[in-house]
């Protein structure tokens, strides 16, 4: 809170309550639509008044026209707004590190693989054109493709070089081949030039060969960084998103963050975790908390990982995996550096946060962090996960005031196999939602992108529907844990903003808050099941600047 001087409160009263008989002044007025305020109050409103990037009230339509004067109005012709979408945990530059490769994983056909490498090209229209993901043996043509079939007349001018799904092959074009020197007849020890029946090269290059190609690839510089960054941006503004937590960045992907800021070309607010590397921790902790007065980036967390991906079987068991009982998984931390640090990390004043996958991790970091803050506190200390839970650790949460910090996203993509790696019984402990939002009564919901898709509806519709996209399984996973539409919606907006520190900033609308929304084509609180994944994010607002409108008649499923 903004600690004001004690003659200052009255004053301001004194000088509303002066100009209550003329309209007062706002910068913009967004009227005719249906606003879940998601205040304390739970209102619902009409209009809402916008000044200086702050609301100064939501309420009935006609009070708040005849009370304010904006030279800007913005009729949301019956639209549903809420607080602008948070992401809790996400990766936003390791998602823009993504974009500098087109994504070809699931192509079906060397004919969509080209597609998708020109649209990539569209986008990006300067140097290497790149891809990562093919594979032949999904194609109805299992043979390898020949560039000469159509990659090198599509791309004459650019070198191509895009990936198989596996790393150890890649396909290039004759532009890329020139500018590595490789011919017909070249030799490469431990690699292969693929020939076609004329013995001219497919451009398809194995192991050393392929890596031998890799090496001319440049690394992107910051220029293409930031294009990169800010088509992310452009992106997460798409689907409604306004703030990202990033969990885990160093000092230059931070610097680069702000320079766009400044710049004016990163629109997103951030609150960033610093990442568990020597360097990285040497360079924030010893300057303390940042927080922003602009509400743009704030840096006052530290994210930790205690063990890897259920997938992958890195994920830290109490008990063995069900699949394959000779492992637990493992821990990423010993137990003594990881307490030093999190020492550190309290004493720099930073915010601690624990990647946390399997029972095993769970536990041992509850059991660092409950003996640490010793009870209910107010440090909001988060697990990141929380995905497998044990019944005798869950009041942890509550007793110690620790944040369990999920993502809906993954119970629905990790559900077709989640019973395999864990046995019938323990599944039932895993993406147990409902249960930890139950102990601080309230939970921030994030996708943690790139690893799932960017877009909050996903969320919302993963966390409480718990089917895929195709409406798989019929009743849903797991329901009992599933959460109710409201508690869905806070999690993606004032939960999110109370684990990082901005609920008497962002996440309602409120006077004082953020000028943040989102613009909805339908109220996802109220409207059939069915009709959820169909929701249209129409508009975007950051701190009173409309910053994304969905053209009339462009509807888009959901990405
Ligand atoms: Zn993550």
Redesign the pocket.
């Known amino acids: 809170m903004i600690r004001l001087y004690p003659w200052v409160g009255p004053m301001v009263a004194l000088l509303l309550s002066g100009c209550s008989f003329q309209a007062e002044r706002a910068d913009t007025l967004l009227h005719n639509g249906i606003i879940l305020t998601l205040d304390e109050s739970g209102t619902q409103a009409q209009a809402v008044a916008v000044r200086h990037g702050r609301v100064i009230e939501a309420g009935p339509e006609r009070a708040i026209l005849n009370k304010y004067h904006a030279a800007k109005k913005v009729d949301l012709k019956g639209a549903v707004l809420v607080p602008g979408f948070m992401d809790a ?3 936003f530059v390791g998602f823009a590190e993504s974009l500098g490769a087109a994504d070809l994983v699931g192509t079906a056909s060397e004919d969509e693989v080209l597609r998708k490498a020109q649209a990539h090209a569209a986008l990006f229209p300067e140097g290497w054109v790149l891809g990562r993901g093919w594979d032949q043996n999904d194609w109805e043509d299992t043979s390898f493709p020949d560039r000469q079939d159509r990659l090198d007349s599509l791309f004459p001018d650019r070198p191509v070089l895009l990936e198989r799904v596996d790393g150890h092959a890649v396909w290039v074009n004759a532009v890329a081949l020139e500018l590595a020197g490789l011919r017909a007849g070249t030799r490469i020890d431990g690699g292969e030039l693929l020939q076609n029946k004329e013995g001219d090269l497919t451009g398809v290059l194995i192991d050393r060969a392929a890596d031998s190609l890799q090496s001319w690839v440049p690394e992107p510089d910051s220029l293409s960084r930031a294009r990169y960054m800010k088509e992310a941006a452009r992106q997460c503004l798409e689907v409604g998103l306004t703030h990202i937590t990033d ?2 960045l160093g000092p230059d992907d931070v610097a680069a963050i702000e320079a766009l800021q400044e710049a004016g070309e990163l629109p997103l607010r951030f609150s960033v975790m610093v990442a568990d590397e020597p360097d990285a921790l040497d360079h924030f902790l010893s300057k303390g908390p940042r927080i922003d007065t602009s509400g743009m980036l704030d840096v006052r967390a530290v ?1 930790f990982y205690m063990d890897g991906a259920l997938g992958s079987r890195g994920a830290s068991l109490l008990e063995p995996y069900s699949d394959r009982p000779e492992t637990r998984g493992l821990f990423l931390q010993n137990e003594g550096d990881y307490l030093e640090k999190v020492i550190r990390t309290q004493e720099a004043g930073f915010q601690v946060a624990t ?1 946390c996958i399997g029972d095993a991790a769970v536990r041992r970091v509850l059991e660092v962090y409950c003996d640490r803050l010793g009870g209910v506190n107010d440090l909001r200390w988060r697990v ?2 929380a995905q497998v839970v044990h019944r005798d650790d869950i009041d942890a949460f509550g007793a110690c005031t620790v944040i369990p910090s999920v993502q809906p996203t993954h119970a629905t993509s990790d559900m077709y196999w989640a019973g395999q790696r864990l046995g019938r019984n323990r599944v039932r402990r895993a993406y147990i939602y409902e249960s930890l939002r139950n102990q601080l009564g309230w939970l921030p919901l994030g996708t ?1 992108f790139p ?1 799932e898709g960017i877009s909050p509806l996903r969320t919302f519709y993963a966390a409480v529907v718990r089917k895929d996209m195709e409406g798989y399984p019929d009743q849903g996973f797991q329901m009992d844990e599933a959460l109710d539409r409201l508690s869905a919606l806070k999690g993606m907006t004032g939960w999110a903003a109370l684990a990082c520190f901005r609920e008497h900033d962002l996440g309602q609308v409120a006077p004082g808050y953020r000028a943040d929304f989102t613009v909805l084509d339908r109220n996802v609180v109220t409207v059939d099941a069915e009709d959820l994944l169909g929701t249209q994010v129409m508009q975007t607002w950051i701190g009173g600047e409309r910053v994304f409108e969905r053209k009339r008649g462009s509807a888009v499923p959901l990405p």
């Open positions: 945990h996400a990766h969990a885990g994210k990647h990141e996960h943690d690893v």
